[in-house]
């Protein structure tokens, strides 16, 4: 390993010698080792560059490819998504144009409750003042009658003697005879 060391410095020591060397020396370079060491880098680095030129390729396409199906599938969720909404949307529209319906269905049923409440407060109004008026009435009649028997009896006491006196006795007696008979 040493002797390969010693060659190497040996050739590059000497170049006039005829040998062949490899000048560490950048500004002692030719263009001719500049184009050797060009043509063996593209010759050989040809291949590892192609490979990693396709290695690089191939993750970018599968990149692509991968990126184009999660947005497929984006699509396909966000379809889905708008189909659900509008379903949503419209059992929504259902709900409120139900809700309003229904609303208007109670408020007439109130509205028609309390017609009917009103009608039995009014008939039972009615009824307590024919109740009130009739009740008036038998009052009335009964002090009109008291007076006019009141007055009736003033003029009977008045004008009656004991002769009428016997006279009606009499005549409540056989009535009450004929009454009697008429049972048996």
């Not at 966000?78 to 144009?97: F, S």
């Not at 008036?136 to 009141?150: E, K, T």
Request: overall charge neutral; charged content about 25%; proline content about 1%.
């Amino acid at each position: 390993m040493g002797n390969g060391t010693y060659f190497y410095f040996s050739l590059s020591y000497w170049p006039s010698a005829g040998g062949f060397g490899l000048n560490t020396n950048i500004l002692g370079t030719n263009i001719i080792n500049l184009s050797v060491v060009l043509g063996v880098l593209i010759y050989f680095g040809k291949g590892v560059l192609s490979n990693l030129l396709d290695d690089r390729k191939q993750k970018i396409l599968s990149t692509i490819r991968d990126s184009e199906e999660l947005c497929k599938g984006a699509i396909d969720q966000l379809e889905k998504a708008r189909a659900r909404l509008r379903e949503v949307e419209m059992r929504a529209n259902e709900i409120q144009v139900n809700g309003y319906s229904q609303i208007e269905r109670e408020k007439e049923d109130l509205i028609n409750a309390a017609h009917d409440n009103l009608e039995r407060l009014e008939d039972s109004k009615n009824e307590t003042v024919h109740f009130e008026q009739q009740r008036a009435i038998d009052q009335v009649r009964q002090q009109i009658s008291r007076q006019a028997l009141r007055r009736a009896l003033g003029t009977l006491n008045s004008r009656s003697n004991s002769e009428l006196h016997l006279r009606t006795i009499d005549h409540n007696i056989s009535m009450l005879r004929a009454m009697k008979n008429t049972t048996d």
